[in-house]
């Protein structure tokens, strides 16, 4: 199946490792080109340097951004209009599940997780839709079922990302049909350095039992099959899809 994103330029955010290089990965085999974008790491540039030596230099280039700071997102926006000149797709993938289990964090770690997870999706929109709307590009955000459904994850978390749903479908009703704006929401994913590989660390006959209880294929998503949702969800074969929320949680969820 051709996507036709072919030379499309896409800019995924929380690119280092996990979901989002294998978002960045999924959209240069399809032959677009991919701006990897964290806050900073070995890890970033050693996954660039990987991608540039089997997708091109002139296709690949990673950044360094704050995705909660304004000033950090002007800069990178800076970086990519002089680089590209234009953008197509944002896919917006920064998160952190590291909480507390009380009903009600206290406010600095509140606001610490409400930041990472909703406000650096929130201002990663503001910065690039003027980009979006005009290239009619494609808005992309990564949130949970978490935020779908109370699993018992943290409170400040599936809330920060229950916002982040609420944020796409009323953007996509304002800006359609100009620019769509879709979200994928995953359930557990494995890969190493995430928290289910520390979790499978401290315990991982419980973890075995959390997921055969719970999830009906028994298993963990991998990032690349995260990947090739969000792929689909930015081609013109998605291209009468907006305001929608992808699940990909191997049937978990039970109440939609």
């Given at each position: 199946?051709?996507?036709?994103?072919?030379?499309?330029?896409?800019?995924?955010?929380?690119?280092?490792?996990?979901?989002?290089?294998?978002?960045?990965?999924?959209?240069?085999?399809?032959?677009?080109?991919?701006?990897?974008?964290?806050?900073?790491?070995?890890?970033?540039?050693?996954?660039?340097?990987?991608?540039?030596?089997?997708?091109?230099?002139?296709?690949?280039?990673?950044?360094?951004?704050?995705?909660?700071?304004?000033?950090?997102?002007e800069?990178?926006?800076?970086?990519?209009?002089?680089?590209?000149?234009?953008?197509?797709?944002?896919?917006?993938?920064?998160?952190?599940?590291?909480?507390?289990?009380?009903?009600?964090?206290?406010?600095?770690?509140?606001?610490?997780?409400?930041?990472?997870?909703?406000?650096?999706?929130?201002q990663?929109?503001?910065?690039?839709?003027?980009?979006?709307?005009?290239?009619?590009?494609?808005?992309?955000?990564?949130?949970?079922?978490?935020?779908?459904?109370?699993?018992?994850?943290?409170t400040?978390?599936?809330?920060?990302?229950?916002?982040?749903?609420?944020?796409?479908?009323?953007?996509?009703?304002?800006?359609?049909?100009?620019?769509?704006?879709?979200?994928?929401?995953?359930?557990?994913?494995y890969?190493?350095?995430?928290?289910?590989?520390?979790?499978?660390?401290?315990?991982?006959?419980?973890v075995?039992?959390?997921?055969?209880?719970?999830?009906?294929?028994?298993?963990?998503?991998?990032?690349?099959?995260?990947?090739?949702s969000?792929?689909?969800?930015?081609?013109?074969?998605?291209?009468?899809?907006?305001?929608?929320?992808?699940?990909?949680?191997?049937?978990?969820?039970?109440?939609?």
């Open positions: 199946m051709d996507l036709n994103i072919k030379n499309k330029k896409v800019l995924i955010t929380g690119a280092s490792r996990g979901i989002g290089l294998a978002i960045a990965e999924g959209f240069l085999k399809e032959n677009a080109r991919a701006c990897l974008v964290s806050r900073g790491s070995k890890e970033l540039f050693n996954n660039e340097q990987k991608l540039q030596e089997t997708y091109g230099k002139d296709n690949v280039f990673a950044d360094i951004c704050d995705c909660t700071n304004i000033h950090s997102l800069k990178l926006k800076n970086n990519i209009e002089n680089k590209w000149g234009n953008l197509d797709i944002v896919v917006a993938n920064i998160g952190d599940g590291k909480s507390v289990s009380d009903a009600l964090p206290d406010n600095e770690l509140w606001q610490k997780t409400w930041n990472n997870n909703f406000e650096s999706t929130l990663t929109a503001r910065t690039f839709l003027p980009m979006l709307k005009k290239s009619k590009g494609c808005l992309l955000f990564v949130s949970s079922i978490a935020g779908m459904e109370a699993f018992g994850a943290p400040d978390y599936s809330t920060a990302k229950s916002a982040i749903i609420a944020l796409a479908k009323n953007m996509a009703r304002k800006l359609a049909p100009h620019v769509r704006v879709n979200v994928i929401a995953p359930g557990n994913v890969f190493e350095g995430g928290s289910w590989a520390e979790k499978i660390q401290k315990d991982k006959r419980h075995d039992e959390v997921i055969k209880s719970t999830v009906p294929m028994n298993r963990f998503a991998t990032p690349h099959e995260i990947a090739d969000a792929v689909f969800l930015c081609s013109d074969r998605a291209s009468f899809i907006t305001g929608s929320v992808l699940v990909a949680d191997g049937g978990q969820m039970v109440s939609y």
